[in-house]
């Protein structure tokens, strides 16, 4: 039986402040698990994005089509926050991690 194919996708509007840096987290962390994925960036502003775009603010990750953060979206700017309480425009390195080892 074939393995099913794992996608992540980042969801970004280009003035995010946040996006680039999160694409980098994101690279960072599934180099360090030894994983094969490429990461599809997707703008959501774009007129070719998909419809579900939209329904994401930015960044938003999406590892296998979940949310790495399930929260209800207005599709507006993200707020993560981190398992000490501290908030930010990008997930953590541990929030990606936990979602990533997931696929292992």
């Given at each position: ?51 579900f775009a939209s329904h994401f ?32 425009g990008l997930p953590s390195e541990d929030l990606i991690r ?7």
């Amino acid at each position: 039986m074939a393995r099913k194919k794992n996608n992540i996708f980042i969801i970004f509007e280009p003035t995010c402040p946040n996006y680039e840096a999160t694409c980098a987290r994101v690279e960072k962390v599934i180099k360090e698990l030894g994983l094969r994925i490429e990461p599809i960036l997707i703008n959501r502003e774009a007129p070719d994005a998909p419809a579900f775009a939209s329904h994401f603010g930015s960044p938003t990750v999406l590892i296998n089509g979940q949310d790495i953060d399930p929260v209800d979206s207005d599709g507006g700017c993200r707020i993560y926050t981190d398992a000490q309480g501290k908030q930010s425009g990008l997930p953590s390195e541990d929030l990606i991690r936990s979602a990533l080892l997931a696929l292992k």
